[in-house]
């Protein structure tokens, strides 16, 4: 992680992300006087060259973005379900088991588990509404990158070796992630990834626009495996996708105002509804990491975990995940229960960016964890949401046909009573909405700062397994068992529990910060205005 904080007469603007390139690609676009969203979709790009197992031009995501003087607005380009119905017996669909070291998870993977792509329509539709400069001024730090190769990091190899299964799955993505020398040994720490066939791809984008993917060759090229490996999508699905542009929900807790992803995105209502469990609790006074405090944080997982499941059994909303059925009456019951009490790693990565005239800029995308496939001779990996178990609630081929999927994906931004604005999110899967809920509860109860905020210690419950991180007192987590018999004690801070980059500003946007979450390689950097001098 890095952490600058700079103070100067207006400043460019600030960035955080998960890979030094990613942010480095961004500060480039800030440096050229690009404005947040020239800056966060060069930064996307290059997570495709540089976090490619996380971004992907295959898979989906949003953007949360509030343009200086503007109403704010959500960019949906998550991926969507196929126009056929589902097939149970669509042979390009089978399991895989990654390995955490601390626990294992199965995914499933094959051509038949790839829904319709949005980040190529979501990346030119931001273009065309909020940038500033050429779409091959944007795309050249990651066209460079590509050809030149990036050293393979901790992370990103840690990563790899936990979805080795899905990077050996097929020829073409073991020939991408393994070592020229040894074919077939994943590169590790320190070894050069190139991937010239993604430069290529990237440029022709930058000349013929999504349509390339959409109505053109590309497109043809995947529906055609489709169609021989037991996929599910047309040319029909492929033209037919739209961005889709969303009122963001508004919540206000504590002295916060936040703007968070809605319907039929599950994870900004989940996180609302938990914040507002928490709010009926004075936890300020508890103390952080006490007792209390870690019963009415794991109460309130809990029963936003058993709304959701309710929620998603009445089905009200499209999608399949029934956000929408978290309803006042639901709200008011769950309330009254936590009156009554005592004070999956996903390929998902989070772009933060606030720029120097006030445009905000959240932007949350995800492959899943890759379905295996490679588009022949563009790079581009497909992603597997039709395989994700967190995605499919009402389990796998039972997705309704043409619906837009529902993601715990949850770009949020907010402004604090003293007139700050941030912009984060955070990858993590189930795990987004309970990090995304700990800072942000971290920062209103705890006055603690941004840096503290992200870097304290977290817990995540589910299916009544309490995953804590180290940090916790031993005879808190003693006494915790007697009300969570099952608990997880986790050796070192891991991405199991989110990375919630984050960019801040002050309500001058003259002083700015930046905090990368160490446990997702995030990096953080403030880009000064080289005509103004250190006041």
Excluded: K
Aim: aromatic share 6%.
């Amino acid at each position: 992680m890095i952490l600058w904080i700079a103070e100067m007469v207006g400043p460019r603007g600030v960035i955080a992300a998960g890979h030094p390139e990613t942010s480095r690609a961004a500060q480039l676009i800030l440096e050229a006087g690009g404005n947040a969203y020239d800056a966060v979709v060069a930064a996307h790009l290059t997570a495709c060259v540089a976090e490619p197992v996380l971004a992907s031009l295959g898979g989906g995501g949003f953007l949360l973005a509030h343009p200086s003087g503007q109403a704010p607005v959500l960019y949906d380009f998550f991926t969507q379900t196929p126009l056929t119905p589902p097939d149970p017996e669509a042979a390009g669909f089978y399991p895989i088991h990654a390995d955490f070291g601390t626990a294992t998870q199965e995914f499933h993977i094959g051509m038949g588990s790839i829904a319709t792509p949005g980040c190529i329509r979501g990346l030119f539709r931001i273009h065309r509404n909020l940038c500033t400069l050429p779409m091959a001024e944007l795309a050249a730090p990651a066209i460079t990158l590509a050809r030149r190769g990036v050293r393979v990091n901790g992370l990103q190899a840690y990563i790899t070796s936990i979805i080795s299964p899905i990077l050996r799955s097929g020829s073409a993505i073991s020939a991408l992630f393994s070592s020229a020398e040894t074919p077939g040994r994943l590169l590790g720490e320190g070894e050069l990834q190139r991937m010239p066939e993604l430069a290529d791809t990237i440029e022709h984008l930058c000349r013929d626009g999504p349509r390339l993917f959409y109505a053109g060759e590309l497109g043809r090229r995947l529906v055609a495996d489709c169609e021989a490996e037991g996929g599910h999508l047309s040319m029909q699905d492929l033209r037919r996708y739209r961005v889709q542009l969303r009122r963001p929900l508004r919540l206000r807790y504590r002295d916060m105002t936040l703007l968070l992803n809605p319907p039929p995105s599950c994870g900004g209502v989940l996180i609302a509804y938990s914040l507002t469990l928490l709010g009926a609790v004075e936890l300020g006074g508890l103390g952080f990491g006490s007792l209390e405090h870690l019963r009415a944080l794991a109460h309130a997982m809990q029963l936003t975990g058993e709304a959701r499941a309710e929620a998603a059994a009445r089905r009200t909303e499209a999608g399949g995940a029934g956000c929408a059925g978290l309803s006042p009456a639901t709200l008011r019951r769950h309330l009254g229960r936590i009156h009554s009490h005592p004070r999956r790693t996903r390929g998902t990565t989070q772009i933060s960016v606030i720029d120097g005239v006030g445009n905000l800029a959240s932007m949350t995308v995800s492959n899943g964890e890759g379905s295996g496939y490679i588009i022949p001779g563009t790079g581009i990996i497909l992603n597997n949401m039709l395989g994700e178990e967190d995605l499919n609630t009402q389990g796998f081929h039972r997705w309704p046909p043409n619906r837009r999927l529902s993601s715990m994906m949850a770009p949020t931004l907010v402004w604090t009573a003293d007139g700050r604005a941030l912009a984060l999110g955070s990858g993590g899967s189930n795990r987004i909405r309970t990090a995304l809920l700990q800072v942000l509860s971290n920062l209103a109860d705890f006055r603690m700062s941004v840096r503290q905020a992200i870097h304290a210690p977290r817990i995540h419950l589910e299916h009544g397994l309490l995953s804590v991180e180290p940090g916790i007192a031993a005879e808190t987590l003693h006494s915790l068992q007697s009300h969570y018999p099952r608990i997880q004690q986790w050796q070192s801070a891991n991405l199991f529990f989110g990375g919630v980059h984050t960019a801040c500003a002050d309500s001058t946007h003259r002083r700015f910060e930046g905090v990368g979450d160490p446990r997702r390689g995030g990096v953080a950097i403030v880009v000064p205005n080289p005509n103004q001098a250190d006041p």
